[in-house]
């Protein structure tokens, strides 16, 4: 799945918005990688979005 698409998903139906992993490899690679910021989320809300954003990543 391309990432555009995901993201769009993620933030709408999850609640847990991402950064394509690729945006970070100067080389174009990455391409089937995520980051996720977690530094200015609290505990619960990482607790919370990361089974959200599996359960829409295993779909």
């Known amino acids: 799945m391309k990432h555009e698409p995901l993201l ?3 933030v ?3 609640r847990a918005p991402f950064v ?3 945006a970070f ?3 174009g ?3 089937n ?11 619960g809300a990482v607790t ?3 089974p ?3 359960k829409l990543l295993r779909n």
């Open 12 to 14: 709408k139906e999850a």
């Open 33 to 43: 990688t995520l980051r996720l910021s977690f530094t200015l989320a609290d505990r």
């Open 48 to 50: 919370e979005g990361i």
């Open 20 to 22: 394509p992993g690729s």
């Open 52 to 54: 959200r954003l599996a």
């Open 29 to 31: 690679t990455g391409r």
């Open 25 to 27: 490899f100067a080389d």
């Open 8 to 10: 769009s998903r993620s």
